[in-house]
């Protein structure tokens, strides 16, 4: 499945180990990235998605996405993401990934573009139909300066996800070339999706970014063998 990912934002708070255990599916353990565990509120626009390579699905191949997730390590050592909720607004496309064992929500969910040059600003406004979770988030970036650092790629440099389907762990493999990374300012925050899920977030996220976009594809599902 192909897919690009735009106008990106990243927001990241620190957790303890112990908080994320009970999310993750069974032979999957918390990745600690610079001492800690990590839970991450995310939100891009995702454009053409389709099955195989150059085969996008026109309307329900393009969408907002905001998702909370955490950060996981196989028993072979595999680094990848955890999927805690997805919110997307259509619904044909939340329901077939809910077969799939992916927690996706639905919801109504809007981008948020405002300002001009460098005062120009990036968000997601989200509204769940059946639920009463709201989020509205947005930064400004600075795309005079680049993230590098380690705990910035480390964040968003993850190659695959796991997942609980049937009472098997699976691993699905995502390739993409690495993020364009940008600092950003975090200019608006309203968010219930994280306290939904069950953490309990205080104070600002400790990492904020931005990135204008990667074209990404999955691979072929497998299953974790526990150790």
Request: one cysteine or more; a positive charge.
């Amino acid at each position: 499945m192909d897919q690009r990912w735009v106008d990106a934002v990243f927001l990241h708070w620190r957790i303890a180990p112990e908080v994320a255990a009970p999310y993750l599916p069974p032979g999957v353990v918390p990745d600690e990235v610079d001492g800690s565990s990590w839970v991450g509120l995310i939100g891009f626009r995702m454009v053409g998605a389709g099955l195989g390579r150059g085969l996008p699905v026109r309307y329900f191949g393009s969408f907002p996405e905001i998702n909370v997730r955490l950060y996981s390590r196989g028993p072979d050592g595999t680094r990848g993401v955890v999927f805690v909720t997805l919110d997307a607004s259509r619904l044909a496309v939340v329901l077939a990934a809910r077969v799939g064992g992916i927690p996706y929500v639905w919801s109504r969910c809007s981008p948020i573009q405002r300002g001009e040059g460098a005062r120009r600003e990036y968000g997601y406004d989200v509204v769940r139909y059946r639920r009463q979770a709201t989020s509205r988030f947005a930064v400004r970036p600075d795309a005079d300066r680049t993230a590098e650092d380690a705990l910035s790629l480390e964040l968003t440099a993850r190659f695959g996800l796991h997942s609980a389907l049937a009472g098997r762990t699976l691993y699905i493999p995502n390739t993409h070339t690495p993020w364009p990374l940008h600092p950003a300012t975090l200019t608006e925050f309203d968010d219930g999706l994280l306290g939904a899920a069950g953490f309990r977030i205080e104070g600002p996220p400790e990492s904020v970014l931005f990135s204008p976009g990667v074209q990404t594809q999955f691979g072929r599902p497998g299953v974790v063998h526990r150790a």
